[in-house]
């Protein structure tokens, strides 16, 4: 018997707004089996004075350790994480601070009982319309060599995510070049120590929005990366500008990217990561709940469940 494939919506927004107890109860009550759980919020930084970061581990541990058993009382699965996304910028201390911060998402991450924190590489939008590659390729590997040890401690992996165009430059970012992406995975994975606890997270609109520059289409992204494609952020959006709509609301050819999925093998949650606040904060849970129930029917009309 085939597993039923779940369905999943990204909570920042809600966190946000709400609280993260309030907005597990939303998600529950939009019909989500799962939840992506950011941990990007302004408690999330250890340097922020009385913030949950800066009281420890044993806080950080305790405190989503209750997240994570409020999410099973109510029958969520938390499916992923977002961690911190402003990657590398070449500027030691705060360099030095994402990768404290991050020690402490991957214990967030585990006491949430998810297996993947999704954390953004390091992105041209800090450095121009043709960044340095050789700085870019050091800024990833370095990014990414100094984190995942961590997340290997608390058993999780870390899963670097597709990106799509610098926009205030009118070009690609550096990394949603596809070869540029792959030669920094690659990397990665080319040493032992690391690539038991790294992986990809495939955003469908920031692969849409790459297309513009000569890209493959998501659904390709997706046949092109691969089996280390094992966590998503499904949105939509014009091509031209990062909306993270809700999918069949744009252009992307969402037959194409079930096709891909299925043609890899992927058997992971089906993640959306959307901008509840479209329509305004007031609106969030109604996008929220017709957004699963999108998805939820656009996977009775192909697998029948």
């Not at 999330?44 to 806080?59: I, P, S, T, V």
């Not at 370095?142 to 290997?152: K, T, V």
């Not at 109604?286 to 129930?293: H, L």
Request: hydrophobic share 40%; net charge negative; glycine share 6%.
């Amino acid at each position: 018997m085939m597993k039923k494939r779940l369905v999943s919506i990204s909570i920042d927004s809600l966190q946000e707004t709400y609280g993260d107890r309030r907005a597990l109860e939303i998600a529950h009550d939009c019909g989500a089996d799962a939840v992506d759980f950011t941990l990007t919020l302004d408690d999330n930084d250890y340097r922020k004075k009385d913030g949950l970061y800066a009281r420890g581990d044993e806080a950080v541990r305790a405190y989503y350790t209750d997240m994570r058993d409020y999410a099973r009382s109510l029958g969520l699965i938390i499916g992923q994480t977002h961690g911190k996304m402003t990657g590398f910028r070449n500027i030691k201390e705060e360099d030095d601070a994402l990768v404290e911060n991050t020690r402490l998402d991957c214990i967030a991450t585990a006491a949430l009982g998810a297996p993947v924190c999704v954390v953004h590489n390091a992105s041209s939008i800090f450095f121009g319309p043709a960044p340095d590659p050789a700085l870019m390729h050091r800024m990833s590997f370095e990014l990414f060599s100094r984190i995942i040890p961590h997340a290997a401690a608390s058993g999780v992996k870390i899963a670097t995510e597709t990106f799509g165009d610098a926009v205030k430059y009118s070009a690609c970012d550096f990394f949603g070049n596809i070869d540029e992406f792959e030669k920094a995975y690659d990397a990665v994975m080319a040493v032992p120590a690391l690539r038991d606890h790294f992986t990809v997270c495939v955003d469908t609109g920031h692969s849409n929005k790459a297309m513009r520059y000569g890209n493959p289409t998501p659904a390709d992204v997706i046949r092109r990366i691969g089996k280390a494609v094992t966590v998503l952020h499904l949105n939509d959006n014009d091509t031209l500008t990062d909306q993270h709509k809700i999918p069949m609301t744009g252009t992307i050819d969402w037959d194409d990217v079930f096709d891909a999925l299925d043609e890899i093998g992927y058997d992971g949650i089906y993640n959306m990561e959307l901008r509840l606040v479209h329509f305004g904060r007031d609106f969030q849970i109604e996008t929220a709940a017709f957004a699963v129930k999108v998805l939820r029917h656009m996977l009775k009309t192909r697998y029948g469940e």
